[in-house]
């Protein structure tokens, strides 16, 4: 049988895309729901967003792994702007409130803003203020998300806190754009529609289990439609590398897809995702794969993003290993150990520093 894990992962995108778009919820342009918590576990509380004052709502939990790995990066924010941004960890969707000022406490100096928990009327955190009015008005419905509010009271972003750097630096500087950020949701909402009716094409062929059949049928949906390619595009290259073993098309659908996504917020998060596909050690791909478009991408990857984000850096470092430049591999594997390192992902730390162990046992 045919392993279609990629391709089921992509069935899993197309319903969560168009489950969490909601054309009528809260969204970028709309004035901020007001602040209601719990608890106040760090930091002095906040009963209000006052003019002038640029606020970061963003919401996690302690059971999070990728909130976790977040917060380092959110804290560091916080600690770049001082007072001109206030940072607010709102705690949602947890199960054992009782962990939450532990957690904090033993984050230490990797989350120092300020935190509160959700006001949770009953049992069910889902039914908290914050989970309720902020996340589930605006259709967010997986963690961690951060909100920027503006010095008007304003939602001007919505998103991954990974993503937020440039938005809240222009929104510091007065620099922002908030129709183009408008234009982007928007963008999911066109989005949504397209997806309902390419699932129309796609389950019948899925249900084949006939990897050709699949691959005419992506062909179909996405044809001159770059909006719905970006969306599906990589689950194509899965199947070319993967399933058909197709170094050739691989090759060339991997530069295709970078060049959808250049200039886009999200660029560099693909790129590193393209990368990693190719020299992934546990992965199936077939002979014939072009490494220098690998490092190419890996390269505008960690250039992206400043050459801090960890993971991003251990895709790099693997593939100048694969290239066979071991010297590359661990300079860059150790700046990547020392990332990851402030996040306090525990099994992250692992699974980089086995890798950087594994490029110095290796043979000069």
Not at 87 to 100: F, K, P, S
Not at 218 to 224: A, M
Request: proline share 5%; hydrophobic share 45%; glycine share 8%.
């Amino acid at each position: 049988m045919v392993n279609l894990r990629g391709l089921s992962l992509m069935v899993l995108a197309l319903t969560v895309s168009v489950e969490t778009v909601r054309a009528d919820g809260l969204s970028i342009g709309d004035k901020a729901p007001k602040l209601q918590v719990k608890n106040w576990v760090q930091g002095e509380p906040v009963t209000e967003f006052k003019p002038g004052q640029i606020y970061v709502v963003e919401f996690w939990a302690t059971w999070c792994g990728p909130c976790r790995a977040t917060i380092p990066h959110v804290n560091d924010l916080q600690t770049k702007y001082g007072d001109k941004v206030i940072v607010i960890g709102a705690n949602v969707w947890e199960n054992d409130v009782a962990g939450v000022a532990p957690f904090v406490k033993q984050m230490g100096d990797k989350m120092t803003y300020r935190v509160a928990t959700d006001d949770v009327p009953g049992d069910d955190p889902s039914e908290g203020f914050m989970a309720k009015n902020w996340m589930a008005a605006a259709g967010q419905d997986g963690i961690p998300a951060a909100f920027i509010i503006d010095g008007q009271g304003i939602i001007a972003w919505i998103g991954h806190p990974m993503q937020m750097d440039k938005p809240l630096e222009q929104i510091v500087a007065g620099k922002y754009d908030p129709a183009a950020a408008k234009a982007e949701l928007e963008e999911q909402k066109q989005l949504q529609a397209k997806m309902q009716r390419a699932m129309a094409v796609l389950q019948p062929a899925l249900q084949s289990n006939d990897p050709k059949r699949i691959l005419a049928a992506l062909d179909q949906v996405v044809e001159g439609d770059e909006l719905l390619e970006r969306q599906i595009g990589r689950f194509k290259l899965d199947l070319l590398m993967t399933q058909l073993k197709d170094a050739q098309a691989t090759n060339a659908y991997a530069l295709r897809i970078a060049d959808l996504f250049k200039g886009r917020s999200e660029e560099a998060q693909v790129l590193n995702t393209i990368a990693w596909m190719m020299v992934d050690p546990e992965g199936k791909q077939p002979d014939g794969l072009d490494l220098k478009i690998a490092d190419k991408l890996a390269e505008r990857a960690v250039e992206l993003t400043e050459a801090n984000d960890g993971m991003i850096l251990d895709t790099l470092a693997y593939v100048k290993f694969r290239m066979g430049n071991r010297a590359k591999a661990i300079e860059l594997q150790r700046k990547a150990v020392a990332l990851i390192e402030k996040t306090g992902n525990e099994d992250a730390i692992a699974e980089i520093k086995a890798r950087l162990e594994e490029f110095e046992a290796s043979r000069p």
